[in-house]
């Protein structure tokens, strides 16, 4: 794993999350963090305005159901908080694999631990502890339906960094998007068009 993540080491552009107070953020600094041009006052300004608080609500409401639940994760402030219903759906490519078989390349990151056993304030102070400390910055897939890379690198790039590998070491997502076969067509057509972790996983391997 260390040597096939050694070949694909590059720097990519991440997206650092923001911690912002979501009471206080307002449309105009979220257009700054993010590169808007909207012009102020226009009917595409409104209506963009009117998504992006439609998704601090939905951002509150998540925040307030996973804390009732004990879940550990929190959602924050994102790239598609002013974009609509349609929009957010073109990024959408991913198609199952009619075989359903699992890849020779995953045993690797299979796990005997059970964590049915641990308290859920446990494992809640464990991820907290390792998303502050040691977890990568994530990418941004744009129009691209790369999760399937992206998700394959920040996962190694984890466990690289809970092994004592520095932060700048990087994991190409590029290299995998523009390198891995996928002539069974898993996940889609390859590249932007779709792919598996399981691909990402077994081409870093060999």
Known sequence: LLSGAS???ASSATFAKSKVNLNTYSFDQYSRDYGRSYAAGSAEYRHRAALFQSAVQEIHATNARNQREGRAWAAGVHPFMDWTVEERRSLNGYKPSRTHRQGKGVAFIHTEASASGRAASTMNATVRSFLSETAPAL??????GSCWAISAVEAVEAQLQ????????????????????????CGGDGGCQGATGELAYSFMRD
């Open 139 to 144: 990418r941004n897939q744009g129009n691209c």
């Open 7 to 9: 070949a694909l080491r």
């Open 162 to 185: 809970r092994q004592g590998v520095p932060k700048s070491v990087k994991v190409s997502a590029q290299a995998l998007v523009d390198c891995v076969p996928n002539p069974q067509h």
